[in-house]
């Protein structure tokens, strides 16, 4: 008697192989989505324990750390400056966020760029890097003729205007420490760290310009200044907000629009912010513009909704 053989025809594993395929397409959003869910976890959990180590530092110091130091000094190249940027907010709270090691690496008596520093300048801290920036391990150079390694987060110094022209003072002073008393908008209303992704390589919405650098890509480096002139963005991220006759244009986009000038991260749908009472928001990239402005004032009065 003939045996019998059994097996699949070739339409039948063609069908399987076709059902696997959909359900690994399936599968795969889900997967990577809940990767970003974790890695957006970890980005406002390192703004988090920066807050906690900014009021550290003002139990100590009475005040929050400055947002830059600056001063002459004398660049790698020989160079002579009168008004050099020292160092930045980071430095200062080294000791709070668990990088003794670092900070006594580190000479708070010369710049950030100063030869002694650069080993210290070139460790990488995780906690200023947002895990969703893509290529974590960059290196740039800082502007002042060294290299650093990089950092994702900002604080906002000087004055902000928002589109009705009124102007306010940013969350911090230089040169010194920022009283919490100067914060009469309150903490919870705030911005103190925010994300600025990404730089020194310039991005309009998602997209890598070839070639291009942000602006002050030195600034990138975790132990520079970090700071932001918050600008708004036209809806494609490639035109910023001017003021050459005292006149501003006001465009519709500051969040994800461009990491030049603007908050900035690759989350979808929006950014984070610590504020300056130790919580952290997750702004939508529809966010008002005014209202992302008004955040990032100490004293401007504006109502938060």
């Known amino acids: 008697m003939a045996s019998k053989r059994y097996g699949y025809t070739l339409v039948e594993l063609l069908v399987v192989i076709a059902i696997i395929g959909v359900l690994i397409g399936l599968l795969l959003p889900a997967v990577q989505q809940a990767r970003e869910a974790a890695r957006r976890m970890q980005c406002t959990n390192n703004l988090k324990q920066i807050g906690i180590a900014f009021h550290n530092y003002a139990d100590v110091q009475k005040g929050f750390p400055q947002a830059r130091i600056t001063g002459p000094a004398t660049l790698p190249s020989g160079t002579a400056v009168g008004n050099a940027v020292h160092s930045g907010w980071p430095t200062a709270i080294l000791p709070d966020i668990e990088q003794g090691n670092l900070n006594d690496l580190y000479d708070h008596n010369q710049p950030f760029f100063a030869t002694d520093n650069a080993v ?13 920036t893509p290529n974590g391990e960059r290196e740039f150079p800082n502007g002042y003729g060294a290299t650093g390694a990089p950092g994702d987060d900002y604080v906002r110094l000087q004055t902000i205007r928002n589109s009705q022209g009124d102007v306010a003072n940013a969350g911090f002073d230089s040169n010194k420490a920022t009283r919490l008393a100067n914060f009469t908008d309150r903490l919870s209303n705030t911005v103190l760290p925010g994300e600025v992704a990404a730089r020194p390589q310039l991005y309009y919405k998602r ?5 291009v650098q942000a602006t002050q ?5 975790w132990a520079g200044p ?5 600008y708004s963005y036209s809806p494609d991220g490639t035109q910023e907000q001017v003021d050459t006759s005292g006149s501003e244009t006001f465009y519709t986009c500051v969040i994800n629009c461009a990491n030049k000038m603007g908050v900035y991260s690759f989350h979808s749908g929006g950014a984070n912010v610590g504020l300056c009472d130790g919580s952290v928001r997750f702004l939508p990239e529809t966010t008002d513009v005014d209202m992302v402005m008004a955040m990032h004032t100490r004293d401007g009065q504006e109502v938060i909704t």
């Open 120 to 132: 210290a300048i070139n460790t990488k801290v995780q906690m200023f890097i947002c895990p969703s």
């Open 207 to 211: 997209e890598i310009q070839s070639g």
């Open 217 to 221: 890509p030195g600034w990138s480096c």
């Open 226 to 230: 970090q700071a932001l002139r918050l």
